[in-house]
């Protein structure tokens, strides 16, 4: 090989080893345009969601407050009616409820929207949770005449965060309470089903219409039902519980005939996959 | 992995040399290829050397065949001396035997790839459809603007994302690697043409990001070392257009970098490929690590080498391997 072949040689592998580096150049230009395409999507859909929650929230907080105006005033101008006042006072009171319970869901569904949520699994008794959670339900079931019937088998203590399952339980008598009528029942089950623990919460509640069935996993999906007790509904509360449940990795589901009352069913499994690691310590 | 895997690539550099030299002495008409010659035999060389420690660690001999078969095409095509693919093997093993005493071990494992018949395509027949032959003349001719916006085009005339990749990208780029290994395409213009499937998929992701908290979450990358970033890329692709949400992390990526991203992102899949089958034990490596701190975390491998060998990935430790990114989809379905 003589010199010029030598030197057409060694110009050729520097050119292929600039080669190498433009390639590199470029996978990271078209990384750096793949996450670019995932941010600017994702911050569409934050953009579009934060429009419509400003919209429902401001919609909703704008009923209450003109309730609780418009019964100050009353208050005002008829002093010297004791019973009126108590009645008037009922109602702020109920529209203060509505909007602290609006809220609290609101922040929920802005952490979960921000992912700060966090679920932390421990070992928990969910028969006790149940049950304790119930006896606090129990004053606004008696007041609306309504039975609750439980029929809680003993579960081992398992993974799962305790904080958040007691909201869903909560969430979830809190709806059934709403929805059935004086002298109506909720029936409360829980029971072992090997790797998973089934919780069915069934009421005789006025139920909802097929055709709105899809919306009540969603944020701010309401239905057109309306409370026979005149409780309001903020529409966050079973897309958060959904949440949390698909955060245990379990399923919730709900069916639902008009007039005749709601099912829901949760399936959580005993042993997450978040918490396995901490199950092999 | 076999420790003789670790003690080659720790003395690659040393050992390579040493073949090099041998060779040269074998047969001095290397000589005359000159310095830029040497370079480049010491490249191959240490390509050699890792093939056989990596082949030898896991007992895979067809997987040095089809090494052997594709090298044996290349050499041809390059026009070197009959048996170079062959010499420069059998070369690179005696001086592992000899360097590290290890009995004609290696030489005895590199005989065997005579035996068997070893298959590695070398003619570029694949059947393109209509598009793919329409991209291909574009990107041939150094049309990029042209390719982009014909994919553009044919996108929104309703053909899917997910069968662009599949009836245009994926048979393309493996048309594109067969030509560069025939010598029908310099690696300059296989570089280019790679380049622009990058551009058009670039501009494809803008449709299939939606912005929306999907099922499940991936991470897909691969290992140190490896450049082959396409297939990767395809996967984690086709796993955003089907309900995952995916962090692709890309060609050659760092096992400390690797264990951050699943610390921070925690995954219910970690897909990882490897293209060169010489870094198959690098990817065990990155298994065994990553399953150290993260038992429960399913890996899907992929690449040539778990093409090869179907039950190779057991061997690295992975749960799963999958040819195409629709059965790995699919795989990941099972596994979760």
Redesign the interface.
């Given at each position: 090989?003589n010199d010029t072949?030598?030197n057409q040689?060694?110009n050729?592998?520097q050119?292929?080893t600039y080669?190498?580096e433009?390639?590199?150049l470029?996978?990271?230009?078209?990384?750096m345009?793949?996450e670019l395409?995932?941010s600017?999507?994702?911050?569409?859909?934050?953009l579009e969601f934060k429009n419509r929650f400003i919209g429902m929230v401001v919609h909703d907080l704008r009923n209450p407050l003109t309730i609780i105006s418009m019964y100050t005033q009353t208050i005002k101008s008829k002093i010297d009616e004791p019973k009126l006042i108590e009645e008037c006072i009922t109602i702020i009171e109920h529209s203060a409820d509505f909007m602290a319970e609006l809220i609290e869901s609101l922040l929920d569904t802005t952490s979960l929207e921000s992912g700060s949520f966090s679920i932390t699994f421990y070992k928990n008794n969910i028969t006790e949770l149940i049950k304790n959670t119930l006896k606090q339900m129990q004053p606004i079931a008696q007041n609306r005449s309504i039975h609750i019937h439980e029929q809680l088998s003993e579960i081992e203590p398992f993974y799962f965060d305790a904080f958040r399952i007691e909201q869903v339980i909560t969430n979830i008598i809190s709806n059934a309470l709403k929805y059935t009528p004086t002298d109506g029942n909720v029936y409360i089950s829980v029971k072992d089903n090997s790797e998973t623990v089934v919780i069915v919460v069934k009421d005789t509640g006025i139920g909802i219409p097929e055709e709105e069935q899809h919306k009540t996993f969603t944020f701010f999906g309401r239905t057109t039902n309306q409370s026979p007790h005149g409780d309001k509904s903020v529409g966050l509360g079973l897309a958060v519980c959904k949440h949390i449940i698909?955060a245990h990795d379990g399923t919730i589901e709900l069916t639902s005939k008009a007039s005749e009352g709601t099912t829901i069913t949760i399936l959580l499994p005993k042993l997450p996959?978040?918490a396995?690691?901490l199950a092999?310590k | 992995m076999d420790d003789i895997y670790y003690i080659i690539k720790s003395r690659v550099y040393e050992l390579a040399q040493y073949a090099v030299e041998e060779q040269y002495k074998i047969q001095p008409a290397w000589t005359?290829?000159?310095?830029?010659?040497y370079?480049?035999a010491l490249e191959d060389s240490r390509y050699h050397m890792l093939m056989l420690a990596s082949s030898y660690a896991l007992n895979d001999i067809n997987m040095l065949g089809n090494y052997y078969s594709w090298l044996d095409i290349l050499f041809k095509r390059l026009k070197l001396p009959a048996n170079t693919a062959f010499d420069s093997l059998n070369t690179a093993a005696e001086i592992i035997d000899t360097k590290l005493r290890l009995n004609d071990s290696m030489k005895n494992f590199v005989i065997r790839i005579t035996q068997n018949s070893h298959h590695v395509s070398s003619e570029s027949v694949l059947q393109l459809s209509r598009e793919a032959q329409e991209y291909y003349n574009f990107i041939t001719k150094g049309n990029q603007r042209q390719a982009v916006n014909y994919i553009l085009d044919i996108y929104k005339q309703g053909m899917q994302i997910i069968d662009i990749y599949n009836t245009i990208f994926i048979p393309i780029q493996s048309l594109i690697g067969k030509l560069w290994h025939e010598g029908k395409i310099s690696?300059?213009e296989e570089?280019y043409c790679?380049?622009v499937t990058?551009?058009a998929?670039?501009n494809l992701?803008?449709f299939f990001?939606?912005?929306?908290k999907k099922?499940h979450k991936l991470i897909a990358a691969a290992v140190s070392g490896e450049?082959h970033?396409l297939p990767i890329?395809f996967l984690a692709d086709v796993f955003e257009m089907h309900n995952w949400n995916t962090h692709?992390y890309?060609?050659s990526t760092p096992l400390p970098a690797l264990l951050q991203a699943v610390s921070e992102h925690?995954p219910?899949l970690l897909c990882l490929s490897v293209t060169m089958p010489f870094l198959v034990p690098e990817l065990t490596e990155y298994i065994a690590t990553i399953k150290k701190s993260?038992?429960?975390l399913p890996i899907m491998v992929g690449g040539r080498p778990f093409s090869i060998n179907q039950e190779l990935y057991k061997a690295v430790g992975a749960d799963a391997a999958a040819e195409t990114a629709l059965l790995a989809l699919k795989k990941a379905e099972m596994l979760l």
């Open positions: 090989m072949q030598e040689s060694s050729k592998n050119i292929e080669l190498g433009i390639s590199k470029n996978n990271e230009l078209i990384n345009q793949r395409s995932a600017n999507a994702a911050l569409a859909k934050a698909e996959r978040r396995m690691d092999d | 005359s290829y000159g310095s830029a010659g370079i480049r690696v300059g570089h790679t380049a990058q551009v998929l670039a992701y803008q990001f939606t912005g929306e099922q450049l970033e890329r692709y890309g060609a925690k219910n993260h038992a429960s």
